[in-house]
């Protein structure tokens, strides 16, 4: 009974060292909603020549992503669709300030299934619904919410404007033709193959667009984050983003 009892501790060890192993070499990732499809590849890419790497995705909106990591869910890495959400995270000491740089930037638009002649923002008061990102939460609908106070349109938007979770669901009311279009970015009208570009908005009239990546308190002390981390500044995974349609340096 005894020899029986030693055997079971031993293979209770055993599995609790390899569930240990494993849960140490998980990476969780909290990204933009906008870089999923770039974020699945360059993952992919990389646990495929890592031994022993996985990763937990989360994707959503930036401010989302950003209250969750506040209220103490799991993450080693951020990356947003804009820096306010990451100084978001800094001013409350949630993010290593050494580790932030700028993964990518990119291009918003304005897409769309509709026939109507949208060539411009002076257009957009002729539409009827228009979808952006809750401004709130989602970096796509602040940049588009700051194009239309600059345009002058910002009076006449106030009731056409309907409200989506994240960019990609935005798109999706686009595709849908629930509304008219939708301001996305660049990338992700690129991977519709519904919607179109309908035109692109001046960069004179909003924030640059740009998707600030960095390490938690928590992933700033975890080998695997930061030498993924380390990866997605290199040569190859800058390749990858430029597939997409994203811009880097």
Known sequence: MRSMSRTIALALCCLLSIASTASAGEIAISVAAS?????????????AKTSGVGFQKNYGGSGAL??????????DLFISANLEW????RKRRLVDPASVAILAGNTLVFAGTTGAKVTGMRDLPALARIAIGSPKSVPAGEYALEAMQKSGIEKLMEKKLVMAKDVRVALMYAERGEVDGAFVYRTDALLSRQARILFTVPASLHAPVVCPMGLTTTGARKGEAREFLRFLASAEAKKTLEKYGFSVK
């Open 35 to 47: 870089l999923k499809e770039v974020m699945n590849e360059l993952t992919a890419r990389y646990a």
């Open 66 to 75: 950003a209250k969750q990591i506040e209220n103490g869910a799991p993450a």
């Open 86 to 89: 990451m100084d978001y995270l």
